[in-house]
């Protein structure tokens, strides 16, 4: 059974540093494609950052340049380094997974699986 489970999300000031992790199971990691994605209240889901099993990256404009994705195969992990935070990057953050039909850097594909979320709050 696939199974993916966030944490690392707290309460930060503008211009601070969280990482958030990414704990899969229940499948072959480098198998699948894997990526973070971000729900504000009142808005819709966003794709922040996906990355492939060589590496590869791709990033929303909104964060480029400030969040970091990265993994670590061998313990099954994802991460998200988040710096210079934003109030306006406050959201639930959720780890995603799925099967690499098509590029697993691209935003155009839809995601199996799904973590329970966690809460990243910025305050100004």
């Known amino acids: 059974q696939v199974q993916v489970v966030e944490s690392g999300g707290g309460s930060v000031q503008t211009g601070g540093s969280l990482r958030l992790s990414c704990a899969a199971s229940?499948?072959?990691?480098?198998?699948?494609?894997m990526g973070w994605f971000r729900q504000a209240p009142g808005k819709e889901r966003e794709a922040v950052a996906q990355?492939?099993?060589?590496?590869?990256?791709i990033y929303a404009d909104s964060v480029e340049g400030r969040f970091t994705i990265t993994q670590n195969s061998a313990k099954n992990t994802l991460y998200l380094q988040m710096d210079s935070l934003k109030p306006e990057d406050t959201a639930m953050y959720y780890c995603?997974?799925?099967?690499?039909?098509?590029?697993?850097?691209?935003?155009?594909?839809?995601?199996?699986?799904w973590g329970q979320g966690t809460q990243v709050t910025v305050s100004s």
């Open positions: 995603a997974a799925r099967h690499p039909w098509g590029s697993c850097v691209s935003f155009s594909y839809d995601y199996s699986y």
């Open positions: 229940g499948y072959t990691y480098s198998n699948f494609c």
């Open positions: 990355i492939d099993s060589d590496g590869s990256t």
